[in-house]
């Protein structure tokens, strides 16, 4: 509790109740926010030494489907708040342990669970083995589509499989800013605004009374040009055809909440033109006190090259910035930037049958392997 409680006095004083309620909600839950408990159990464990750029919190529910620039569908991590280089068996233990933990929850049996975890680190070695064959260029290129899982499923799996399955990625593939602006804008005055739902989304306007709102929009909009400067030239002449209309907090996620985080919307064309980002808040990460500190200044830009670094595609609008939005204090903060929703696809780990679980864990032991 010690650690969390360090975490919990960087963060939003009013949202820490909700984060260690979404913990407590069940051994999987609190296993998601825990991240630094973990880092800190594995820092006194054996290691051989090497070190590769790690995710830092590689556990069943941080991965998932979600559109390439291309727009093709692919499965990866999709959660890097933790990234930085460090001990390669770490990454691969908390993915382990995340197989034993989520099965222990679903009802699953000693002996099932154990067969589990061992089939998701064979998975990794033998993933291992394979691209230490391939050449360079082989490996970058690797990933895993969507329509190769499909494929997978309609040949191996059950017809519920294939059904479920189905129903995911359809949902996952209507998740895009269009989607966003329908369920979370509305009307007033003319212009678009973001829908308050207290406490988990509260727009600026009702954070301030209207003179503070007046002067954070001001600087939400100087904000949005540090974060310009983050892009490449192709990406900022894009985001530069978007204008700034509204600006609210957001609750995200289990072991994240009380972190910053903020959703902006902007325009294109017209009201049918809409862009979510999300501007979520970087904290130091959790395996710094135990691997060293990054060689960026910026934590948000060290989450964006870990991504990029790591990951087989990324988000067009990833990117970075640090300035203080001056709510709380007028402490700088660090933020990354990206899309807040783009056909992203998560698993229900809650609803997985023994044979769900121990195929969706050998697949994330794949994706951590390249």
Request: proline residues 4%; glycine residues 6%.
């Amino acid at each position: 509790m010690a650690l969390l409680d360090e975490q919990a006095a960087e963060r939003v004083p009013e949202l820490v109740p909700i984060r260690y309620g979404r913990m407590s909600a069940s051994p999987f839950a609190f296993y998601r926010g825990a991240a630094y408990v973990m880092a800190s159990d594995l820092a006194a464990s054996p290691q051989t030494g090497l070190r590769v750029q790690l995710c830092g919190d590689a556990h069943l529910a941080n991965f998932g489907a979600f559109a390439s620039p291309e727009r093709q569908l692919l499965f990866d991590l999709n959660d890097f708040d933790e990234t930085l280089p460090g001990p390669w068996e770490w990454d691969v233990k908390r993915l382990a342990a995340s197989v034993a933990v989520a099965g222990r929850e679903n009802g699953f049996g000693a002996k099932r669970r154990v067969k589990m975890v061992r089939g998701l680190v064979g998975e990794y070695r033998k993933a291992i083995r394979r691209f230490a064959s391939m050449n360079t260029l082989a490996v970058w290129y690797a990933r895993v589509s969507v329509s190769e899982l499909r494929e997978l499923v309609r040949s191996q799996g059950s017809a519920d499989q294939r059904r479920r399955l189905e129903k995911t990625v359809a949902r996952g593939r209507r998740k895009d800013s269009a989607r966003a602006f329908a369920k979370l804008a509305v009307s007033g005055n003319g212009e678009a605004r973001i829908r308050a739902d207290p406490p988990l989304i509260v727009p600026i306007a009702d954070l301030v009374d209207r003179s503070e709102a007046v002067r954070l929009e001001l600087s939400a909009r100087r904000i949005l040009e540090s974060y310009l400067a983050s892009l490449p030239a192709d990406r900022r002449r894009l985001f530069e055809r978007f204008r700034y209309l509204d600006l609210a907090r957001k609750v995200v996620g289990v072991g994240s909440v009380g972190t910053r985080c903020w959703v902006i919307l902007l325009l294109g064309r017209d009201s049918r033109d809409p862009l979510f980002l999300q501007a979520k808040e970087a904290s130091r990460s959790v395996l710094e006190r135990f691997v060293g500190e990054s060689e960026f200044s910026n934590q948000g830009q060290r989450v964006v090259e870990g991504q990029r670094l790591m990951q087989s595609a990324s988000d067009i609008f990833l990117g970075w910035l640090r300035q203080p939005f001056g709510l709380e204090d007028l402490k700088p903060r660090d933020f990354y930037v990206r899309q807040l929703w783009d056909a992203k696809i998560s698993a229900d780990i809650a609803a997985m049958r023994p044979s769900d679980m121990a195929q969706y864990g050998r697949l994330c032991a794949w994706a951590l392997a390249r």
